[in-house]
């Protein structure tokens, strides 16, 4: 049942409007729906009792009267969200443990589908896990879900009963042993998504019957088809997953064949392994992260065709920018204010300088191990630059055929700090605002100093590319300082002088750009201060850039790393004051002013008197003159020196 004209949005199931068919001699089930036009937005649910509440339910969202609820449920709806849609079927509207069926579509970051019957003492369940990805944060997805009279609830995707079947939970052990006024019979709509990354989902045409005669049986062996996504649904792509996503789908569906042989060839039960057990932990971190869509470009700003229309627009507004930047000058000039917004717009073009591309090369001694450079093969001169010995060397380390197979990925940016004590203060939320204006999407950490960058599409990351970085200059050029040095050196005068260093790296040949500005942390928090800033570098990463398992240790950070005091460049090795600042002026001058000249004949006027303390009037001379009184006043209790004293000293 597809909705019409302009939905009415509830914001839980207890305020939405239920109807019923019971009045409808033409229908052929009874059943009860939510109102055409109407749709429930669900936010996340707290942890408590599965985070179900009486806001879940709705009296009259359930089996309609005089059915017969030992026969079991059926019930379809629309969902609309990234994860976690989770529907529960209880014999009360409020949610009972050990009595209460939940289904939750998309759960773990829309890896799986999880039904799920907890026990009364809430620590125990009867479960079943399907590894699937059928949520979408784009398109309305139909699902329906049947409970049978032998206790057997299966789920699926579609609006058909028994097709695209994701998976099904046997419970026929309590089917038996429970009572009949605990057959299920009502409907609760949750969203069970957790974290800060948690979204309101929205569900509509919600449609609750009993079992009839011509509701097919369903299997209870879960899709045989591999990992069930939304596009089995659809017939193809339905463009809700990523393409990088879809390759890694694609390997699963090939190790569950490997393992569904397996347990043929053995005779032992088989069971879906999980999504990630055979990814990398970076990949298998970001598919479980499920992380929201970025914008998407959908066109390339670097083609010739738009590089024309975007010079054109430039000639275009360039006679117009003049005319408003005369007016602004004159006005200026007429202006006889304090010159505030002068200096605020100097302030803002000297924090629009671009950084120096030979600072690229700084720290190069510190972070060269931590830093990954792209295979050979995707130099910019390609695989000429490489050696047979080369070659042979990687043949015996083992890393030919990885080498060899790699390929860029054009929507990742791989990104690389220079400053290794700032770059640790640095978390997700400051890179992800550092792209802000180009609509990434997920940050994929691969150590202490590199992450990719992910877009939608290689479009936007080009963009993000082209206004954030700047190619360096291969071969890596020759700081100014050694060029002037070796242009006045007379021996080197009548020589050529030489403008590249061959003791660098050569970065720009490696694809690597030099950032514009560097890279800002936006807030305090426990990992450093606000303020703090890293120059970084970028390029297009590769399928190499991944991290292979979870990492257990981490380097030591440089001695200057601190999350107390903002850091920048320089700050690897500047450990910085550690103590309480001193107020200027804290300790008394002792009546002389600091930038007193000295006397003609050279001598300071406070030399004359005696030192002093802290507080005035309390001399050195007063200090003494106390002490000798304390001594006369002890005279008579001096003890006399030995005659073995004398002889020891």
Same mark, same amino acid.
């Given at each position: 049942?597809?909705?019409?004209?302009?939905?009415?949005?509830?914001?839980?199931?207890?305020?939405?409007?239920?109807?019923?068919?019971?009045?409808?001699?033409?229908?052929?089930?009874?059943?009860?729906?939510?109102?055409?036009?109407?749709?429930?937005?669900?936010?996340?649910?707290?942890?408590?009792?599965?985070?179900?509440?009486?806001?879940?339910?709705?009296?009259?969202?359930?089996?309609?009267?005089?059915?017969?609820?030992?026969?079991?449920?059926?019930?379809?709806?629309?969902?609309?969200?990234?994860?976690?849609?989770?529907?529960?079927?209880?014999?009360?509207?409020?949610?009972?443990?050990?009595?209460?069926?939940?289904?939750?579509?998309?759960?773990?970051?829309?890896?799986?589908?999880?039904?799920?019957?907890?026990?009364?003492?809430?620590?125990?369940?009867?479960?079943?896990?399907?590894?699937?990805?059928?949520?979408?944060?784009?398109?309305?997805?139909?699902?329906?879900?049947?409970?049978?009279?032998?206790?057997?609830?299966?789920?699926?995707?579609?609006?058909?009963?028994?097709?695209?079947?994701?998976?099904?939970?046997?419970?026929?052990?309590?089917?038996?042993?429970?009572?009949?006024?605990?057959?299920?019979?009502?409907?609760?709509?949750?969203?069970?998504?957790?974290?800060?990354?948690?979204?309101?989902?929205?569900?509509?045409?919600?449609?609750?019957?009993?079992?009839?005669?011509?509701?097919?049986?369903?299997?209870?062996?879960?899709?045989?088809?591999?990992?069930?996504?939304?596009?089995?649904?659809?017939?193809?792509?339905?463009?809700?997953?990523?393409?990088?996503?879809v390759v890694l789908l694609k390997e699963y569906e090939a190790e569950c064949a490997k393992a569904r042989a397996r347990a043929v060839k053995f005779g032992i039960p088989y069971k879906d392994p999980?999504?990630?057990?055979?990814?990398?932990?970076?990949?298998?971190?970001?598919?479980?992260?499920?992380?929201?869509?970025?914008?998407?470009?959908?066109?390339?700003?670097?083609?010739?065709?738009?590089?024309?229309?975007?010079?054109a627009r430039a000639a275009r507004f360039a006679s117009d920018n003049n005319n408003t930047n005369n007016k602004r000058k004159a006005s200026d000039d007429d202006d006889n204010g304090d010159g505030?917004?002068?200096?605020?717009?100097?302030?803002?073009?000297?924090?629009?300088?671009?950084?120096?591309?030979?600072?690229?090369?700084?720290? %190069? =001694?510190?972070?060269?191990? @931590?830093?990954?450079?792209? $295979?050979?093969?995707?130099?910019?001169?390609?695989? +000429? !630059?490489? /050696?047979?010995?080369?070659?042979?060397?990687?043949?015996?380390?083992?890393?030919?055929?990885?080498?060899?197979?790699?390929?860029?990925?054009?929507?990742?940016?791989?990104?690389?700090?220079?400053?290794?004590?700032?770059?640790?203060?640095?978390?997700?939320?400051?890179?992800?605002?550092?792209?802000?204006?180009?609509?990434?999407?997920?940050?994929?950490?691969?150590?202490?100093?590199?992450?990719?960058?992910?877009?939608?599409?290689?479009?936007?990351?080009?963009?993000?590319?082209?206004?954030?970085?700047?190619?360096?200059?291969?071969?890596?050029?020759? %700081? =100014?300082?050694?060029?002037? @040095?070796?242009?006045?050196? $007379?021996?080197?005068?009548?020589?050529?002088?030489? +403008? !590249?260093? /061959?003791?660098?790296?050569?970065?720009?040949?490696?694809?690597?750009?030099?950032?514009?500005?560097?890279?800002?942390?936006?807030?305090?928090?426990?990992?450093?201060?606000?303020?703090?800033?890293?120059?970084?570098?970028?390029?297009?990463?590769?399928?190499?850039?991944?991290?292979?398992?979870?990492?257990?240790?981490?380097?030591?950070?440089?001695?200057?790393?601190?999350?107390?005091?903002?850091?920048?460049?320089?700050?690897?090795?500047?450990?910085?004051?550690?103590?309480?600042?001193?107020?200027?002026?804290?300790?008394?001058?002792?009546?002389?002013? %600091?930038?007193?000249?000295m006397v003609p004949d050279g001598e300071h006027p406070a030399l004359s008197t005696g030192l002093k303390a802290s507080r005035a009037g309390f001399s050195m001379e007063e200090l003494e003159a106390?002490?000798?009184?304390?001594?006369?006043?002890?005279?008579?209790?001096?003890?006399?020196?030995?005659?073995?004293?004398?002889?020891?000293?």
């Amino acid at each position: 049942m597809a909705s019409s004209g302009r939905e009415v949005e509830h914001r839980s199931a207890s305020a939405c409007q239920v109807l019923d068919n019971l009045e409808d001699s033409g229908a052929a089930v009874p059943a009860v729906y939510l109102a055409e036009g109407t749709s429930i937005r669900v936010a996340p649910m707290e942890r408590s009792l599965g985070g179900w509440d009486d806001e879940h339910f709705h009296p009259l969202l359930k089996l309609p009267p005089g059915t017969n609820v030992s026969n079991g449920m059926v019930v379809t709806l629309e969902a609309m969200g990234r994860e976690c849609v989770a529907v529960a079927l209880s014999p009360t509207p409020y949610f009972q443990l050990g009595k209460t069926y939940v289904v939750h579509f998309g759960a773990s970051g829309n890896l799986s589908t999880v039904l799920r019957r907890r026990l009364p003492n809430g620590h125990e369940a009867i479960d079943a896990s399907f590894p699937c990805r059928v949520c979408s944060d784009s398109r309305w997805i139909p699902y329906w879900i049947y409970l049978d009279n032998l206790g057997n609830l299966s789920v699926g995707l579609g609006r058909t009963i028994g097709e695209q079947c994701i998976g099904t939970l046997d419970d026929s052990l309590y089917q038996q042993l429970r009572s009949g006024v605990d057959a299920a019979r009502h409907v609760g709509i949750g969203n069970s998504a957790l974290g800060r990354n948690a979204r309101d989902l929205r569900v509509r045409n919600i449609h609750i019957s009993s079992p009839s005669s011509h509701t097919p049986e369903v299997s209870v062996v879960p899709n045989e088809t591999g990992f069930m996504t939304i596009d089995n649904l659809f017939g193809g792509d339905s463009g809700n997953s990523r393409k990088d996503d879809v390759v890694l789908l694609k390997e699963y569906e090939a190790e569950c064949a490997k393992a569904r042989a397996r347990a043929v060839k053995f005779g032992i039960p088989y069971k879906d392994p999980p999504p990630d057990a055979f990814f990398k932990w970076s990949e298998a971190r970001r598919l479980r992260a499920n992380p929201e869509r970025g914008f998407i470009t959908g066109i390339d700003l670097a083609s010739e065709q738009e590089e024309a229309k975007r010079m054109a627009r430039a000639a275009r507004f360039a006679s117009d920018n003049n005319n408003t930047n005369n007016k602004r000058k004159a006005s200026d000039d007429d202006d006889n204010g304090d010159g505030m917004e002068d200096d605020e717009v100097k302030e803002e073009e000297l924090q629009e300088e671009d950084l120096p591309v030979v600072q690229a090369w700084d720290n %190069e =001694e510190l972070v060269r191990l @931590l830093r990954t450079d792209p $295979p050979q093969k995707l130099w910019a001169d390609g695989a +000429t !630059t490489i /050696t047979d010995k080369q070659e042979d060397d990687s043949k015996m380390d083992g890393f030919d055929d990885a080498e060899t197979s790699a390929v860029l990925i054009p929507e990742k940016i791989h990104l690389f700090g220079i400053d290794w004590a700032a770059f640790k203060q640095i978390r997700t939320e400051d890179v992800m605002a550092y792209f802000s204006a180009y609509g990434p999407s997920y940050v994929e950490w691969l150590g202490e100093l590199s992450c990719n960058i992910l877009f939608e599409d290689k479009y936007s990351a080009a963009r993000a590319m082209k206004a954030l970085s700047e190619e360096l200059p291969s071969p890596p050029p020759v %700081e =100014e300082s050694m060029t002037d @040095l070796d242009a006045t050196n $007379p021996v080197e005068a009548s020589e050529e002088v030489e +403008t !590249t260093d /061959t003791t660098k790296p050569d970065l720009g040949n490696m694809g690597w750009r030099m950032c514009h500005h560097a890279l800002r942390k936006v807030a305090h928090d426990r990992y450093g201060r606000r303020g703090t800033t890293c120059r970084v570098l970028f390029r297009i990463a590769t399928s190499l850039d991944v991290l292979e398992d979870r990492p257990t240790s981490w380097p030591a950070p440089p001695p200057g790393f601190t999350t107390k005091r903002v850091l920048g460049p320089g700050s690897d090795f500047d450990t910085g004051p550690r103590g309480k600042k001193r107020h200027k002026g804290h300790r008394d001058s002792g009546g002389f002013d %600091e930038d007193m000249s000295m006397v003609p004949d050279g001598e300071h006027p406070a030399l004359s008197t005696g030192l002093k303390a802290s507080r005035a009037g309390f001399s050195m001379e007063e200090l003494e003159a106390e002490r000798a009184a304390k001594r006369a006043t002890t005279a008579d209790e001096v003890i006399p020196v030995t005659e073995n004293t004398e002889a020891s000293q």
